[in-house]
């Protein structure tokens, strides 16, 4: 049997999934057009597109947000991850995936303490890198001849800089114009400290000597742009000694900490940026005044021991008199003194010319040639005598000598035994079975001692001889 009952009839109409799906978008936009969200950022990403997604959420529940690029070039801050902010927009859903979001306008950080928060662990990351180490620090120059001032081109800033300058000491002040809040003054800022740092020493822009980055007061907000890492790093990195000046005296941002020197005020910034001329006048006229007071009391004890000095010193008029003095007396001697002595030997020669007799000092010297004529033969016949004289001595002693000769006596028979222990004289040195030499008149001989020695006995020489004795 078949079942041919009738469908049942429905009171609601069927709706198609993007008709569901556009009356509900309508639905959540009407009942939320516009709506402020507090919640903690997460996974917040930005596309090639530059759109920004985000993730809003807090204990129990999630919202997915985006930011288009347009309210993403207006925001103050840049989301982070786990920033605590209040997101002000309006939620729609998204059909593609049946989801609602946020499209957020603007995000500010929920109340100062937040703010605080993320600013103190920037601090605390940035010091860790040791961008703010003092040995980091460079000095300030004394006296800088180019000044350059990152700061807006309008507003009192400039002006009460340029004035101070001015009144102080005049100095050349180059302005870079950057906008010092808002979207994009953090990249302006940094890049103006970059490009003075990269200016060439001697170009057609000059170099400044020292930075100053300022502007006035304002909230933590305000000054935000100051405490971003673009612009931390950039004042860290400058090679130019820079001067910060942001905000007031109690307003600290983190570019205060990698500066060179922190200023209170952007006037104070220029107080320290040149001294005041009118003070170093000043103290160069006092210091002259007392170089020249100290110049003048050296002259003046020089000068009293110089008086000293001169008091102990003849006077020279009376030196050169007394020299002159002395001169003209060796003057009148030397005029006076070969004339006497030419007087004096002509005298001495005319007595010497009377008592000389030349006839008899001629006589005088044949007498004394003969003299010494007769003394030299006398000479050489006693030098005769005497030669003569030694030599028969002297034949007399040789004679003597040659008599006694042991040649002599070995040519008259006689013979000498020489032993081991030299010339035997006796029959007791001569041992049985020893060699001995025996010396004659001619030569000598080698021979051998048998039995005992015993003394011969003594033979009287002829009467006829004429052989003497040795002994």
């Given amino acids: 049997m078949s079942d041919t009952s009738p469908e049942p009839v429905h009171n609601l109409p069927a709706f198609t999934v993007s008709e569901l799906s556009a009356s509900l978008k309508r639905t959540v936009e009407d009942a939320f057009g516009y709506v402020r969200v507090r919640g903690e950022i997460s996974q917040p990403k930005i596309a090639t597109s530059g759109h920004c997604y985000l993730r809003l959420k807090d204990e129990t529940a999630v919202l997915d947000g985006v930011i288009w690029r347009g309210s993403m070039a207006k925001l103050k801050i840049k989301p982070e991850e786990g920033m605590d902010v209040i997101a002000t927009g309006r939620i729609t859903t998204y059909p593609g995936k049946s989801s609602y979001q946020i499209v957020i306008d603007s995000v500010e950080l929920a109340g100062v ?234 005298q001495d020669l005319q007595v010497l010319t009377v008592g000389l007799n030349l006839t008899r000092f001629q006589r005088d010297i044949v007498r004394f040639e003969q003299d010494v004529t007769q003394f030299q033969m006398r000479l050489v016949r006693s030098v005769t005598r005497a030669f003569a004289d030694s030599g028969n001595v002297l034949g007399a002693f040789a004679a003597r000598l040659e008599s006694v000769s042991p040649q002599r006596v070995l040519e008259r028979g006689y013979a000498m035994v020489i032993g081991p222990d030299g010339p035997m004289t006796s029959v007791k040195d001569a041992v049985a079975g020893s060699h001995v030499d025996i010396t004659f008149a001619d030569g000598k001989v080698t021979a051998q001692i048998e039995g005992e020695g015993k003394p011969g006995p003594k033979r009287k020489p002829s009467l006829g001889s004429n052989q003497g004795s040795l002994f």
């Fill in 113 to 346: 303490g937040a703010l605080l928060k993320l600013l103190e662990d920037r601090r605390k990351k940035l010091a860790g890198e040791g961008l703010f180490d003092a040995d980091r620090k460079k000095a300030i120059p004394y006296l800088p001849g180019v000044i350059g001032v990152v700061t807006s081109p309008t507003g009192a800033v400039i002006r009460d800089i340029l004035h101070r300058v001015s009144d102080r000491f005049p100095r050349r002040v180059i302005v870079w114009p950057v906008r010092v809040q808002g979207e994009g003054a953090a990249d302006e800022i940094a890049a103006a400290i970059r490009g003075f740092n990269a200016l060439e020493p001697g170009g057609a822009i000059p170099r400044p000597d020292t930075l100053i980055v300022a502007r006035g007061g304002g909230s933590l907000e305000d000054l935000w742009a100051f405490n971003e890492e673009v612009v931390v790093r950039a004042a860290a990195a400058s090679t130019i000694p820079l001067i910060a000046a942001v905000g007031h005296e109690t307003d600290w941002t983190l570019i205060d900490y990698a500066a060179d020197h922190r200023a209170p005020t952007p006037t104070a910034a220029a107080e320290l940026a040149v001294p005041v001329r009118l003070d170093l006048i000043a103290d160069v006229q006092q210091r002259a005044t007392r170089l020249l007071q100290g110049i003048g009391r050296t002259f003046s004890d020089l000068k009293t021991q110089l008086d000293g000095l001169v008091r102990g010193i003849p006077r020279l008029d009376a030196v050169v008199a007394e020299k002159e003095q002395s001169l003209d007396g060796l003057v009148e001697r030397l005029k006076l003194g070969p004339r006497a002595l030419l007087q004096t030997k002509t």
